[in-house]
Nanobody
Framework: QLQLVESGGGLVPPGGSLRLSCVAS????????VAWFRQAPGKEREAIAC????????TDVDSAEDRFIISRNNAENTVYLQMNRLKFEDTAVYYC?????????????????WGQGTQVTVSS
């Protein structure tokens, strides 16, 4: 079964950047739509962006604005989330998730495979 592992989180000052990685193992990501979500303490999990097998993407304007960019490298079985101009309110655990096929829906319930998450903390 497909397994996902996130990395790249950490402590960053406001205005800084991070690039998160989501690496798949056991199966190829090539036929899956992959999304990034985040969950802050006391808040519901929210969608950030998703990317289809062919690279089409959709972003949630409220959470991603124009600061977050999703991309993928199928040869490396990896999906990335480039986060720029980070704000205090971006502090959360960030998760990647996958679903078979191609869809630009960001509905959390559509994604069946999840990673364990990586912590991003924006602090001065």
């Amino acid at each position: 079964q497909l397994q996902l592992v996130e990395s790249g989180g950490g402590l960053v000052p406001p205005g800084g950047s991070l690039r998160l990685s989501c690496v798949a193992s056991r199966e190829s990501l090539g036929d899956s739509t992959v999304a990034w979500f985040r969950q802050a303490p006391g808040k519901e999990r929210e969608a950030i962006a998703c990317i289809t097998p062919t690279g089409a993407s959709a972003t949630d304007v409220d959470s991603a604005e124009d600061r977050f960019i999703i991309s993928r490298n199928n040869a490396e079985n990896t999906v990335y989330l480039q986060m720029n101009r980070l704000k205090f309110e971006d502090t959360a655990v960030y998760y990647c998730a996958a679903r078979p096929g191609s869809s630009l829906s960001l509905a959390v319930e559509k994604f069946g495979v999840w990673g364990q998450g990586t912590q991003v903390t924006v602090s001065s």
